[in-house]
């Protein structure tokens, strides 16, 4: 069975703080991405990485970055969370190529106070 | 990809009934799609992919079709069941990195 990992299901951060989310893929897929998912505006791409250590802004990357130092793992990072950054985090990836499939983590929900 | 309004469009069925899911895609240069379900709790899960070069797919129980010249996809799901309740995207793509970009969604309800 294919996977993607997110590392937690649930994080409550305080507005300031640096934050994490890691996801890691069993898959050997060269393509990984970082989604955030809000009521009414579906997903929305914020970084995505073809290979490791190589990475592309998506649609909205204002606040985050992105690490990927090895094929299987792709971090998300908040450098100074805010509260408009409480959302759901889906992590995703990808084979080699266009036209197949992307396969998603069971998502982070993170509360920033 | 666009955004859109905060409604999340609702479609009800009863149990048994077919399902028409729509969805109007944004970038005519797009040459791949797929639709995902997402139950509560639940990342997406892939449903059923098609390729522009083809207007019609069938999966189990699911059709895709594809209209280009109006940049329109549908999900048409048979024998609506129970477990078919969820939110439904509609996801595109174009080149060759497979960044999808996401429709708002329709939440399909299934009466029983």
């Known amino acids: 069975d294919v996977k993607v990992t997110q590392s937690s299901r649930y994080l409550v951060k305080r507005t300031g703080e640096k934050v994490f989310l890691e996801c890691v893929q069993d898959?050997?897929?060269?393509?990984m991405f970082w989604y955030r998912q809000d009521p009414g505006l579906g997903l929305r791409l914020i970084y995505f990485?073809?290979?490791?250590?190589?990475?592309e802004k998506g649609d909205i990357p204002e606040g985050y970055s992105v690490s990927r130092e090895k094929k299987e793992r792709f971090s998300l990072i908040l450098e100074s969370a805010s509260t408009n950054q409480t959302s759901m985090y889906l992590c995703?990836?990808?084979?080699?190529?266009?036209?197949?499939?992307?396969?998603f983590g069971q998502g982070t929900r993170l509360t920033v106070v | 990809g666009e955004s859109v309004g905060l409604h999340l469009p609702t479609l009800s069925v009863q149990e048994g009934d077919n399902s028409i899911i729509n969805c109007a895609y944004s970038?005519?240069?797009?040459?791949?799609f797929i639709w995902y379900k997402q139950e509560s709790g639940k990342g997406p899960q892939f449903i059923i992919d098609?390729?522009?070069?083809?207007d019609k797919r069938q999966g189990q129980r699911v059709t895709v079709l594809l209209n280009k010249t109006v940049k329109h996809l549908s999900l048409q799901i048979a024998a609506t069941q129970p477990g078919d309740s969820a939110v439904y995207f509609c996801?595109?793509?174009?080149?060759?990195?497979?960044?999808?970009?996401f429709g708002s969604g329709t939440k399909l309800n299934v009466k029983p």
């Open positions: 995703a990836s990808s084979g080699e190529g266009g036209h197949t499939e992307a396969f």
């Open positions: 898959m050997d897929h060269e393509n």
């Open positions: 990485s073809y290979d490791v250590k190589m990475k």
């Open positions: 970038n005519s240069a797009s040459d791949y």
């Open positions: 098609i390729r522009s070069n083809m």
């Open positions: 996801a595109e793509s174009f080149g060759n990195f497979n960044k999808f970009y």
